[in-house]
């Protein structure tokens, strides 16, 4: 991951992933062909197109298409293999790191680019077509967009369609800036506005890694009184005091912001326990990355007289699930404003109950803004972070 202003920077991680499949190439020889599906986040390497006939990556942010996905990728191999076909593959990889806040693919700004893309594939010979966003969190030579193009056996094709793809991209590439707001803001507008409301916790994402204890947005919502309004934080420790006390009782808890100090600090709080479980939910409903059991631990959900409800978790959990809550007698249209610690994957769950949804711009590992991170090993130019950067694509 890449570390924030004032964290250590880890070392830079090899192409594992194109490594990998050369390994496996070398292993089965140029007879046999390779198809796979990648998330849409992936930072796609030169290598690994080297190395396959046909990467198809996701579609859909929050991931909701894996299982269609993964038949076009068995499809094409079966058509492959009976000789209806040969898929040729090109990529091309436009200087642009698109910020996470931007990774939503229902949203506006990236209806035209899949339509164009949609549009392509009823195109005679062009097999397959990806958009692959980047995850901005990896410190790596990968990071950023690329765009792959698989064709019947036409490898210019193959690289015409994949520029067209990026350089229609690239022109828009001013609507895949980050949109920013603060806290003290996003709270004041979620107060507002008609509720639930759901504030996205960008910095504290857990499912980019971060500790799940961010407590930046908790500290805004006690401090002003806004409620009612509910919360997840990991906190094993807090869960063990809550038990401790026992259902019905008061209690003194230092909640979150264990890891670091980039999450925010500890929210020193008397609370009411309201509820003790085991932490394990289910999921029926299609979601982002199609889990469906959930364990996050011992779980203790506790509640301040600022109206705050906390629920305190033992394990990391991400926010993909209104299970989490109904499952500890949480009624989640009950609540003025709910916190989920994600960017777009929560937005599967908590968008049909959520009147608006409010991305937050909160210090952390996971932090949208990328000015915030310290980059060593990322492509150079590369737009927003060098704003002048230029790019022709082949036309």
Partial sequence: LVAPHGATVAENAPDADGAWLTAVRERVGSGYPIIGTLDLHTNLSPQMVAACDALIAYRTNPHLDQKQRGYDAALLMARTLRGEV???????FPPLAVNIERQATAEPHFRPLYALADEQLTRPKILSNSLLHGFPYADVAEMGSSVIAVTDNDPALARSAAHELANAWWQRRHDFVGQMIGVPEAVAQAAKLPGPVCLLDMGDNVGGGAPADGTHIAHELHRHRIGPAFTCIADPESVRTAEAAGIGNRVHLTIGGKTDPLHGAPLEVDCVVQGLYAGRFQEANPRHGGFSDFDQGRTAVVTTESGLTIMLTTLRMVPFSLSQLTSCGLDP????????????????????????????????STSADLTRLHHQHRRRPMFPCEPETTWIPEV
């Avoid at 040969?86 to 091309?92: F, L, R």
């Avoid at 929560?346 to 009147?355: L, S």
Wanted: hydrophobic share 50%; glycine share 8%; charged share 15%.
């Fill in 333 to 364: 249209t009950a609540f003025q404003i709910l916190v989920a610690k994600g960017v777009n994957a929560p937005v599967a769950a908590y968008g049909p109950i959520c009147k608006h949804l409010i991305r937050v711009d909160t210090p952390g």
């Fill in 86 to 92: 040969k898929p040729t593959m090109a990529a091309v």
